[in-house]
Nanobody
Framework: QVQLVESGGGLVQAGGSLRLSCAAS????????MGWFRQAPGKEREFVAA???????YYADSVKGRFTISRDNVKNTVYLQMNSLKPEDTAVYYC?????????????????WGQGTQVTVSS
């Protein structure tokens, strides 16, 4: 059974940094694209970043230049380094696995999801 477990969330002041981790188990990791999404209270889940099987990356415009997604296929872990955080980055952050193909921004294309980790950025 596939499991994704996020960690690294917390409370940080605006301008600060956090590094999220997502540990995967239960299936081959290296041949899957992985994504990060977030959901703020009262809003729909939105795409943040994704990384392909060979390390290609894609970002939402709102985080481009501030966030970096990476993966370690030995540790079966995907990371999201978040710098220059803003109050509008406050949300629950989820990692997700895309079962086939290249990265996409559509949440419905991802089949397994973690439980989420809360990120709160104070002004």
């Amino acid at each position: 059974q596939v499991q994704l477990v996020e960690s690294g969330g917390g409370l940080v002041q605006a301008g600060g940094s956090l590094r999220l981790s997502c540990a995967a188990s239960g299936s081959i990791f290296s041949d899957k694209a992985m994504g990060w999404f977030r959901q703020a209270p009262g809003k729909e889940r939105e795409f943040v970043a994704a990384i392909s099987q060979n390390g290609g990356t894609y970002y939402a415009d709102s985080v481009k230049g501030r966030f970096t997604i990476s993966r370690d296929n030995v540790k079966n872990t995907v990371y999201l380094q978040m710098n220059s955080l803003k109050p509008e980055d406050t949300a629950v952050y989820y990692c997700a696995r895309k079962p086939v193909g290249w990265v996409t921004t559509h949440a419905g294309d991802y089949d397994y999801w973690g439980q989420g980790t809360q990120v709160t950025v104070s002004s």
